[in-house]
């Protein structure tokens, strides 16, 4: 089966194309294209995502990172060689599915006249968690790609994805001989949780941050620290050079409580009020960084030994946009093979961390695997709490 896939819950536009065979003991993938179109450096100037201003982007980017991925994935029997106009019926519908999105709107019907359907069998798109105005974005131009090409969407939750970046490796890869319990450990901009699939990638959240996520923290102390927006890798960069400072100790906020949760909110205010009107060294600043990113690695590593214990555990997945960091990693890497050497640690190769449209595809066959297509179009809606 090949299915097109569409992420835009947050500052990555990305479209995708994988062809996946198999069950939900043992199937086999091969990316086709996974194209990206990144909103960074718009976004770094205003020091954040606002909403409305990734919504208006990915109305933007959308079309060309189709077209993009279409080429990559077929060379070039997606293009008609004579582009010929849309009928005024499909001219309707696309206008009744993209009102809302003007630029959008504008691009596809300049652009869909020059593209063959693609030889596809379904296709995928965020549903959430994300920003709703972004995800709205992704979802309306599935939708009227779909009634263009009359194909079937599976609507995916945005963590799920992060969990199956996990498997994917190089072009082609398989998820077979999965060992539950399963447990993964996601962290990004969004969200901070441990959830758990004791089988058939079924999900139950067992912790969760209780204010601020992890990513969220790292890019405020970043900011406190004059670094630039995302503040994951600057952080990563200059703890780099730090040295451990008695006099930067900071808390390990819920390192001891007996549950799964995280709350990553005062390790921020303590930082806040470490170089607040304070004379901040170049030495200091990278004395602080490597102090915050050992105390969140604690943290984090520290819940999820216990979580995995409790639970069982047999394989522990990383994901999410912080799940980059190389000083994380190499911590559960460590503390993994020094206490739970059994357990089948599965980290993601840096490169699918970030928001991307390949996992979103994967996680659509596995859906298609568990539940076959929606019936109702209608029904797909961005939500942006959605939960596993
Ligand atoms: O998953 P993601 O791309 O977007 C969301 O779904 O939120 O995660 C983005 C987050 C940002 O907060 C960014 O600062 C953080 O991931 N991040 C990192 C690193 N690279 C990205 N945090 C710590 N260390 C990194 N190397
Ligand atoms: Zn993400």
Redesign the pocket.
Known sequence: MRILSIET??D?TGVSVIEASGDLESSTFRILANSISSQIDIHRQYGGVYPNMAKREHGKNLLATLTDALSTAFGDAVHRTDPKSLSSNTILKIKDILEREDELLKHTLDELPKINKPNIDAMAVTSGP?LEPALWVGINFAKALSAIWGLPILPIN?MEG?IFSSYISGKEFTISNVKFPLLALLI????TELVLSEKGFLYKKIGQTRDDAV??A??KVARMLGLSY????E??RLASNGHSAEKFKLPRPMLNTNDFDFSFSGLKTAVLYMVKDKKITERDRADIAKEFEQAVSDVLVKKTLLATARHQAKTLVLG???A???RIRAAITKSFSDNMPDVEIRLPEIKS???NAAMIAVAGYIQYLKNGFSKNLNAIKAKGNLSL
């Open positions: 819950s947050c990555e994300g945005h992060h990004s901009g969004g969200h990513g969220e790292f890019d995302p503040g994951g890798p952080i990563s999410g946009g912080v980059a960091n190389t961390t970030t928001d």
